[in-house]
Structures are given as structure tokens and as C-alpha cells.
């Protein structure tokens, strides 16, 4: 890991980002590759969660004291650090054009894509839990629809073009995989095997679409199919875990509010959801199970009931008859 | 009360021609015999006085004893629009009045009541004779003039010196739609700068058995404390008036805050505020004000408490908190140049609550804020005013964010603070009116004073109270004393004074000097 570039600035940092949920720190795909950036860099620093601003621009940002670095500033929380001196891991290679055009490439064709499966390829499960599942319901509710309408905005998706803007989405974003995976090769890092601003934008990017996005996502499906990306992705995040996990004592560092069960690789995970996922089946069918089988018993009952009725009756008539 | 007096006269000489003479009265039977007997005789001047006569006696009789009357039937006349039994509920009193004077007092109320709904140009009522064969009966005529034209309007520009600041208001107003006493009002108000609210809203004066008016509003409103605290605040909101009566006012509030900050210069701890909020508050305001005079208060006492909670309803999520306010004032007069002697004391605590409530920090907007120079004698209602501080200028604050533009002025933003607010707030003041002895001022109210005030506003969530002592929270106060000269207007007060600021702490904004304030009681 590379040595923090440390400026003037040697207060500790306090990052802001929304919520921890799908075994991630965070899983805003605008927050996490800063979170592992911060990680990458081995930068003490405390994590804080803003819950109730999912249509900030400022979030992430990173504070400490009277500086802040904003996310909708200066080319983003990363781009900021480096500027100011704080955290830079790309002294040796920003200027190189490769790197340039690979960082460009995700930051807006892999940035597309994720926002399209986010908001409107998906039926926004995902979105609602990452940035919505703490405020209030009719807020929530209405932030979202605000959302979704101003992503389809930005990706310019009207009715008409729908289907080809997301085919032309999904083209991009293959295209992008492919690339990627062949730059990695083998390797652990994008380059020279240190690590880089890029390694964070893409780890950030590869997470949430692997963890939080849903198993039917198109975008992980194509992602899957570039098996070194994910395998290098699940060793990064094996590898910040155990960082994450082993600092649980330093109060200076902070914990994801899920158990280290959720941080276990890809492999050992997806069993795991897939089994709670059969679970949560068997349960409503044994449920079904246990309705039908009331009612067939209550069913039986009254029948039962019925004809001992209908037999008294009938052996009182009987008898009435026979009396007669 | 004059519309009313005359058809009440008519009444008496309605009674005395055709009641009067059924009821069990020998006395006044003997005497429309004898008129009877004597008209053909009288002369229409006679008869004038004679009539008179009798109406003086009549006045007499109702002055001296009770006359017993019952009311047969009450007609209403002149409403088109106005639903009946809008105007029925609120002369319901008169009903059930068992004598003229009960039955007179009732209509005075009557008419008052429906004067007061603000949707007929003139109500009369008139106490018309029963039908002869019920003696001792009356009927009541309540005639009402709907208001011709339903729509009103105002529209105005106001400035504030003191906040170097004007606003643009204007607000319609819609009478009677649906004839059920029903107001609607929209308005808008754009303040450059500063507030802006646009609202609509609807007061109907009888709302199924409720027997207070009931007042819903929406409204959007926007406040800009950049220059203080570096937010902004925009809420859309419900608001229910569900008990409004003399002393007691019960009101629900829904709403939908958000705090942002355009400028990107927040403190920490504003920052970690900023977002979204639902705000669901209930809030109770018992007031009881027995001073001779709001502007210029020279005998009497007045109470104010209010007490708030948030978070009851319809989310879990939604913003937790209670929040209790008092005010108590006292005027003491002095008995020499209308001299008086107002004292008043007010304090307020912030809480919240609900799980881990005792780490969590209170929400800004709800925080109490002192400061600014509106005059502690008028504005009546919790600790808000301290005399010779800035608007939001005293109590626990934060630098904002540190911005280099450049290396040559690295010092130039490191002042400037946002101030955050308290969840404890005291204050006190002591204030010495008197008449000047210049006849010109006396006439037109113009006066002196001498004040003195005092406030604190301490932090005491997020485990502050742990650390919370007498002797802190007693340095924590800051005062300030004074003299001015004040104007009173009809609308509102204006005061010059020369504040001397006795006690403050490192980064509160105050000055000594010549100050304005202008203080509405409303």
C-alpha cells in the first residue's frame, strides 16, 4: 500500500457518505470509491453517515475541522484531496493519457450505466434502500420520483428512444468491461501494481454492482462475464475488510455497521443470498402450506359438524317418524 | 351595537300595541281601555306623548323587574349564499332566552358573533310580536346584507432599517364561497434576501360539532440565514388550528423542512444537519394577557406558556423533539408621569427524544435563537429579544468552512462564524417608562425609558448536561442596559436607544451605541 502524501493538513478526516447496507460501507456508487480511496491510501479516518440528503451533490465530502472538500467541487472529493495536498495516490501517473481517458471512460460510461440499472432499469429496490430507507415515507417516495425523472433527463430517455438509449447503454458499458479487464489482465492494480485514484473509481463502481445491485441486473451480468474484474474486485474487498476488521478496536477508524459475515468474497456470499433467497420461499410456501391445511381441517370440522347435525336430525326425525 | 338599537325600539312598540295586552297584566289593560276610549279625542300630539309615556314605562318596567317572554320562532332573512344553519348555530342562544332582558342581551351577542364571522356587510335583528293566539311570545328577525363584493385585497411594500431589508406582501381574500362562513386566503410575501412565504388557506368558524373555528393552511416558506447559520431553510407545510379560543390555542403542524446550504461555507455542525425532514408537531399555547396596554404596558401581567411535540405522527422517522417555552411579564405603575415599572422573565428548553436521545443533537430550526432588536416589552411569547445584540449574534457557534482563494489572503474568512443556536434560553429585562415633561411629547405619547437585560443560551443535548453547572450556566449570561426614547404608532412601536453592552462573550456580535428598533405586538 502506498504511504499517505500527508500536507499541511494533519487533522484527522471525517468522511461523510450516505448509508452502509448490501454488506458495503456505503453502497452510493458516488461515496464508495472515496471510502476505498481513503482505504487504498491508509489514511486514518472516521466515517459518518448522512441519512437524510439523498439529493445532496455536496455528499461525499470529506471534512476536518474548518476544510471540507466537496463532492460537487473542484472535480470531486478525490480530485480535491489531491489538490489540497491531504491524499494523493496519483502523483506519478495523472498526467499519463491511458490512465486519463480509463478514468473518463468510467466516470462516464460505467457512471451512466450504473445510473440508468439504479433509477431506471430496475424496479428501484436498490436506489430506495442505499439512499432513501431513512426518510420519512411520502418524502422518500417523492425524492425518488424526482430522481428517476431527472436521470431520465440526463441520459436524454424519452419514450421513444428508450429502448435504443438503454441498448446503446449497455453496448458502452460492455465495451468498457472489456477494455478494463483487458488493461488488468492479471494484475492487482490498474498500474504499475500501486495503487491509484483509477483502482478506486473502479472498485467503488465494481461493488455496488455487484452487491447492491439485483441478481436480474443486466450490468452485473455483463460485468460477470469478465471473470479477472471480479475476482480482482473480490480480493480488494477481502482485503479492506480485514483491514475494517482487524482496526475494529481503533475508534479512529470506523466500522460498517454490518458484521464481517457480510464482508466474506463473492463466492462464499452468493451462495448465502441465494440460500436466504430459497429460504424466504420455502417460508411463504410452508405458510400457504399451513393456511390450506387450516382451512381443510376447519373445512372437515364443519362438514363433520355438519352431518352429526344432520344425523341427529335425522335420528330425532327418525324417531319422531317412528313415534308417529 | 347601534345598527341593533333601533329595531329593538321597534320591538317595544310592537309589544305594547299587540303583547303586552295578552299578558297577565291588569294594570296595563286598564290602561289601553282607557286609550281605547280616548282616541277618538286625542290629538296626534297627545297621542305622541302618550305613546312615549308608555314606552317610558315600559323601559322602566324592563329596567326594574324581568318580564317574562318566550321565543315562538326566529326568521332569517337576506342570506342567498350563507348556508341557514351556519346562522342558526350562532344565534342559538337566542332560543332559549326566557325574558326580554335575557332575550336582549342574546341578540347583542348574536349580532356580534355574526358581525365577527366576516361575511355580511350589516346584520339586524329585530324582535318581532308572536302570533296572537300564544301570549307572551316573541319572534326574532335576524336580517342579514351578504357582502356584495367577496373578493378582498391587499398589497404592500414594507421595509426594516433595523435588518436593512423590504419586503413585497400581498394577500386575496375569498369571503363566503360555499356559504358556509368559509375564508379563503391566499397570500404571498417576498422578502429580497430574507423570507419568502406563499400560502393559501381556509377558516371555517364551525366545523361539524367543533365549537371553535377550525383553520386549515398550506404554505411554502423559505428562509435564508446564510449570513447567521449558513442554511436555508424551505418548508412545505400543513397547518390544522383545531382549538382556538380567548386563552387556549391547539394547533398541528405537517411539514416538509429542508435545510440546505448554496453557499458551501457551513460549519461542521450545520453541515451534519443539512437534509430533509418531516416535521410532525402538536403544540399547545395557553396565553392570558391582562395588560391595559400591548404597546406601552403600564399595569397588568400576562402569561404565556407553549408547549410542543414533534414526531407523534404518521412516521416514526419524522423529527423527535419537545419543546417547552414561558413568558411572564408584570407592570407595575409607578403613580407619578404615568411611570411604570415592566419586569419580565422568559425561558425555553429543546429536547429530543426517542432512541439514543441523549446523544442526538436538537434540530436547528427549532433551536432558540436571541438577539436582535425588537423591544423585550412588546414582543411577548418566549426568549427571543436581547437589546444591543445582532440578530442571531449571542450563544454557542462554529467557524465556517476555511476557503483559500489565494496565498495573499489566507486570514480573510477565519471570523466569520455561524451561530448555532441553544436548546436552553433565559431571559430577563427590567424596563423604566415615563412621560417626558414636554406637553407636545406627552400628547402624542412619545415617552422614555430606561432598560436593563439579560439572556443566556446554552447547548445542553448531546451529553452537554453532563458537564452542566450554576456557575457555568451563570457565566453564561449576557447583558445589556440602556436608555431611549420611544414612538408609539397604531401599528407598531419604535424605539432609539443608546444600548451599553455590560457583559459578552468572545465571539457574540454586539455593539454599544445608538440603536433603532421597531416592534409589532402582533
Redesign the interface.
Known amino acids: 500500500m502506498e504511504e499517505p502524501i500527508e500536507g499541511e493538513h494533519q487533522q484527522h478526516l471525517t468522511l461523510?457518505t450516505r448509508k452502509s447496507c448490501f454488506g458495503l460501507p456505503t453502497a452510493c456508487p458516488s461515496c464508495l470509491p472515496v471510502y476505498i480511496y481513503l482505504k487504498l491510501a491508509n489514511v486514518p479516518f472516521d466515517l459518518?453517515y448522512?441519512?437524510?440528503?439523498?439529493d445532496?451533490d455536496?455528499i461525499p465530502?470529506v471534512?476536518s475541522?474548518?476544510?471540507?472538500a466537496?463532492n460537487?467541487?473542484k472535480g470531486g472529493v478525490i480530485e480535491s484531496l489531491k489538490e489540497d495536498n491531504i491524499v494523493n495516490l496519483d502523483s506519478d501517473v495523472q498526467d499519463l493519457p491511458e490512465w486519463v481517458s480509463t478514468i473518463a471512460m468510467i466516470n462516464s460510461w460505467l457512471s451512466d450505466a450504473m445510473l440508468y440499472e439504479l433509477w431506471v432499469g430496475s424496479d428501484g429496490s436498490s436506489a430506495h434502500k442505499i439512499y432513501y430507507s431513512?426518510?420519512?415515507?411520502?418524502?422518500g417516495k417523492v425524492?425518488y420520483l424526482k430522481q428517476v425523472y431527472t436521470v431520465k433527463q440526463l441520459l436524454g430517455i424519452s419514450k421513444d428512444n428508450a429502448e435504443r438509449r438503454e441498448e446503446e447503454i449497455y453496448r458502452r458499458a460492455t465495451i468498457a468491461y472489456k477494455a478494463l479487464s483487458t488493461r488488468l489482465g492479471e494484475d492487482s492494480f490498474f498500474s504499475d501494481n500501486r495503487p491509484t485514484s483509477l483502482d478506486a473509481i473502479f472498485l467503488g463502481h465494481a461493488l455496488v454492482t455487484l452487491y447492491a445491485l439485483p441478481e436480474t441486473s443486466v450490468l452485473r451480468g455483463k460485468l460477470l462475464e469478465q471473470p479477472n474484474l471480479v475476482i480482482y474486485a473480490d480480493k480488494h474487498k477481502a482485503q479492506l475488510l480485514d483491514v475494517a476488521s482487524s482496526s475494529s478496536s481503533d475508534p479512529s477508524s470506523s466500522i460498517p455497521r454490518r458484521g464481517p459475515s457480510n464482508w466474506s468474497s463473492k463466492p462464499k456470499s452468493q451462495p448465502k443470498r441465494e440460500r436466504t433467497q430459497e429460504e424466504k420461499f420455502f417460508r411463504r410456501k410452508a405458510k400457504y402450506f399451513l393456511i390450506t391445511q387450516m382451512v381443510a381441517v376447519l373445512v372437515f370440522l364443519s362438514l363433520l359438524g355438519g352431518s352429526d347435525d344432520t344425523e341427529a336430525d335425522d335420528a330425532d326425525g327418525d324417531e319422531g317418524f317412528d313415534y308417529e | 351595537m347601534a345598527k341593533e338599537d333601533t329595531p329593538i325600539t321597534e320591538l317595544e312598540q310592537d309589544d305594547e300595541e299587540d303583547d303586552f295586552d295578552d299578558e297577565d297584566d291588569e294594570q296595563e289593560d286598564e290602561e289601553e281601555e282607557e286609550e281605547e276610549e280616548e282616541e277618538p279625542v286625542l290629538t296626534p300630539e297627545s297621542r305622541k306623548r302618550a305613546e312615549r309615556a308608555r314606552m317610558e314605562e315600559t323601559f322602566h318596567r324592563i329596567s326594574s323587574e324581568t318580564v317574562p317572554l318566550r321565543v315562538h320562532d326566529v326568521l332569517i332573512k337576506g342570506n342567498k349564499k350563507t348556508k341557514e344553519s351556519l346562522i342558526e348555530s350562532e344565534i342559538e342562544a337566542l332560543k332559549t332566552a326566557n325574558s326580554v332582558q335575557e332575550l336582549l342581551q342574546a341578540a347583542a351577542i348574536a349580532n356580534a358573533r355574526l358581525q365577527k364571522l366576516d361575511v355580511f356587510d350589516s346584520v339586524n335583528i329585530t324582535l318581532d310580536s308572536g302570533p296572537p293566539e300564544l301570549p307572551g311570545t316573541c319572534n326574532v328577525i335576524v336580517q342579514v346584507l351578504e357582502t356584495k363584493n367577496p373578493i378582498t385585497g391587499d398589497i404592500g411594500i414594507f421595509t426594516k432599517p433595523e435588518a436593512r431589508s423590504w419586503s413585497f406582501e400581498g394577500s386575496l381574500k375569498l369571503k363566503n364561497l360555499f356559504g358556509y362562513g368559509d375564508l379563503w386566503d391566499g397570500s404571498l410575501s417576498y422578502g429580497w434576501d430574507q423570507t419568502s412565504e406563499v400560502s393559501a388557506g381556509v377558516s371555517l368558524p364551525r366545523f361539524m360539532r367543533l365549537f371553535t373555528p377550525v383553520m386549515a393552511r398550506i404554505s411554502l416558506l423559505s428562509q435564508d440565514w446564510l449570513k447567521f447559520s449558513s442554511y436555508k431553510e424551505r418548508s412545505l407545510g400543513l397547518s390544522l388550528g383545531l382549538l382556538s379560543t380567548k386563552n387556549h390555542d391547539l394547533a398541528y403542524n405537517l411539514s416538509?423542512r429542508t435545510l440546505?446550504?448554496p453557499s458551501?461555507m457551513a460549519?461542521?455542525s450545520i453541515?451534519?444537519q443539512?437534509?430533509?425532514?418531516?416535521l410532525s408537531h402538536l403544540k399547545y399555547t395557553f396565553k392570558i394577557d391582562r395588560r391595559n396596554s400591548p404597546l406601552r404596558p403600564t399595569r397588568g401581567f400576562a402569561f404565556v406558556a407553549a408547549s410542543q411535540v414533534g414526531g407523534i405522527f404518521?412516521?416514526y422517522?419524522?423529527l423527535r423533539f419537545v419543546r417547552q417555552e414561558f413568558d411572564i411579564r408584570y407592570a407595575l405603575p409607578l403613580g407619578f408621569a404615568r411611570a411604570a415599572l415592566n419586569f419580565g422573565i422568559a425561558g425555553g428548553v429543546l429536547f429530543p427524544w426517542g432512541s439514543e436521545f441523549m446523544n442526538k443533537p436538537t434540530t436547528l430550526p427549532d433551536r432558540f435563537f436571541l438577539g436582535g432588536n425588537s423591544s423585550p416589552v412588546c414582543t411577548l411569547g418566549g426568549p427571543t429579544s436581547l437589546l444591543g445584540f445582532k440578530t442571531r449574534g449571542l450563544g454557542p457557534s462554529e467557524?465556517?468552512?476555511?476557503v483559500k482563494k489565494s496565498s495573499e489572503d489566507t486570514n480573510s474568512d477565519t471570523c466569520e462564524r455561524d451561530f448555532l443556536g441553544g436548546d436552553l434560553a433565559t431571559t430577563a429585562f427590567a424596563d423604566l417608562s415615563f412621560d417626558l415633561p414636554l406637553k407636545v411629547l406627552r400628547d402624542s405619547n412619545i415617552h422614555a425609558h430606561a432598560f436593563a437585560c439579560a439572556g443566556s443560551l446554552t447547548k445542553i443535548t448531546e451529553n452537554s448536561f453532563r458537564d452542566f453547572s450554576f456557575q457555568k450556566y451563570r457565566d453564561s449570561f449576557r447583558c445589556s442596559a440602556g436608555f431611549g426614547l420611544i414612538v408609539p404608532t397604531k401599528l407598531f412601536r419604535m424605539e432609539v436607544n443608546y444600548c451599553h453592552i455590560l457583559r459578552q462573550h468572545e465571539h457574540d456580535q454586539a455593539k454599544t451605541g445608538v440603536q433603532f428598533s421597531f416592534s409589532s405586538p402582533l
Open positions: 461523510v459518518c448522512n441519512l437524510t440528503f439523498p445532496s455536496q465530502y471534512d475541522d474548518t476544510y471540507v466537496y460537487n467541487e431513512d426518510l420519512p415515507w411520502p418524502i425524492l | 416538509w440546505t446550504d458551501q460549519s461542521e453541515r451534519r443539512l437534509g430533509h425532514g418531516l404518521p412516521d422517522r419524522s467557524p465556517k468552512r476555511e
